[in-house]
């Protein structure tokens, strides 16, 4: 009865097509973006700090960060 409800078990079909993947640029655009939104987040969040402080030439190091941050991604 077994036999009769699954024929084809344990049998390698070879006439199904092979899915070819295409998620590599995908993955790749979604973990450049995830850097892009922590580095984004981390500079902001250093840049504000350096205002609260007072302190303008850290502000300044970090805003041409900030600018080459968005230069290097398009933003």
Do not use: C, T, W
Not at 8 to 25: C, D, I, R, T
């Amino acid at each position: 009865m077994y036999e009769k409800q699954y024929p084809n078990e344990g049998a390698v079909l070879f006439n199904q097509p092979e899915e070819k993947s295409s998620y590599g640029p995908m993955a790749e655009q979604v973990l450049n973006e995830a850097i892009f939104q922590f580095q984004r987040k981390k500079l902001m969040e250093q840049i504000d700090e350096a205002l609260a402080a007072g302190d303008k030439p850290l502000f300044f190091k970090l805003s041409a960060q900030y600018n080459d941050l968005l230069k290097k991604y398009g933003a």
